[in-house]
């Protein structure tokens, strides 16, 4: 697979080609993708998928809230295990959101050599969201490439969608989120140095410094996996502002606690994957009560980690 970051770095005679946000690659992502790959194959023709950076939102509305599900390097990572051969990933400027859909659109068909256009049954680009289906119909009789609308996947007849997703991790409801992905919803980042509390209560956490952009599961006790150098290994892991030693409210940490580990871990980037929510957070009245919490949540955690997603 070949990542590009623009139009100008590719020219190709034919393919089948998909636009979106595909933010989470989630189960209605992989669909899509899943069936472009299939089809473009089976002609001997690459799948290409045209994405975008930063989120539209952001640069048009000025969103400044943690909103994206996945980094752009682990959406690129997923997108390329489904088999696209080339994902194109586009700067999002407001130059770009003044396009004309029909220049767009010339654009793709000049530089990919367009025969297929997949997209979603709610898409539109261009210019004031200009190029709708009804729109890239009409242009695929221009530029010779056949419109093809894929249903909305839905789970217990609700349409799944990135929104959603991040509705569902912001309540804490991890296993909502995780089906909609196909996938355990992770975050990763270095481990930093923190104040050394949880080492000197025999708790040693790995506080994990995450993508700021990125949307953080509610606050509360988890169950994880978590990946050191290409390991698996169970965990828990708390978000939150640690409120029996805090006094003043703190911006909400993620610090995991790997079970059955003991190595240095400062400095070295990790996974950490969401399976179950254990219990929110609270104020304990001694330490030895947050102890025995915590070995309560451990062997929860263990009971839930079991099993794959």
């Avoid at 051969?85 to 659109?105: C, G, N, Q």
């Avoid at 219990?279 to 025995?292: I, N, Q, T, W, Y």
Wanted: glycine share 8%; proline share 5%.
């Amino acid at each position: 697979m070949q990542h590009l970051s623009s139009l100008d770095q590719i020219h190709l005679d034919a393919s089948w080609v998909t636009i979106g946000s595909f933010d989470g690659v989630h189960r209605a992502h992989q669909e899509i993708v899943a069936r472009l790959v299939a089809g473009a194959h089976a002609q001997n023709l690459p799948a290409v998928l045209v994405t975008f950076f930063p989120h539209p939102s952001v640069v048009l509305r000025g969103n400044q809230d943690a909103i994206y599900l996945t980094t752009p390097d682990e959406r690129a990572e997923l997108i390329g295990a489904l088999g696209i051969d080339t994902i194109i990933t586009l700067k999002f400027t407001r130059e770009l959101s003044t396009t004309p859909a029909k220049d767009f659109i010339a654009s793709l068909s000049s530089r990919l050599g367009m025969k297929q256009l997949w997209v979603g049954f709610n898409f539109a680009l261009g210019r004031g969201r200009e190029g709708d289906i009804s729109t890239l119909r009409l242009f695929g009789d221009i530029y010779g490439y056949q419109l093809v609308v894929t249903p909305p996947v839905k789970i217990n007849e609700e349409a799944i969608s990135s929104s959603l997703i991040r509705a569902a991790l912001t309540k804490g409801e991890i296993d909502r989120a995780n089906r909609m992905l196909n996938r355990c919803y992770s975050v990763e980042g270095p481990v930093m140095h923190g104040d050394g509390r949880g080492r000197s209560i025999g708790i040693p956490t790995a506080n994990l410094d995450v993508w700021p952009e990125q949307v953080i599961p509610a606050i509360g006790v988890y169950a994880t996996w978590t990946t050191v150098d290409g390991q698996r290994h169970p965990s828990v892991t708390n978000i939150g502002v640690r409120p029996t030693f805090e006094n003043q409210p703190q911006q909400p940490r993620v610090e995991t606690l790997i079970l059955d580990f003991d190595q240095d871990l400062y400095g070295k980037k990790v996974r950490v994957e969401f399976v179950e929510y254990l219990r929110g957070e609270r104020k304990f009245p001694s330490v030895d009560a947050l102890l025995s919490q915590i070995r309560q949540d451990i062997e929860r955690a263990r009971g839930s980690l079991t099993h794959e997603f």
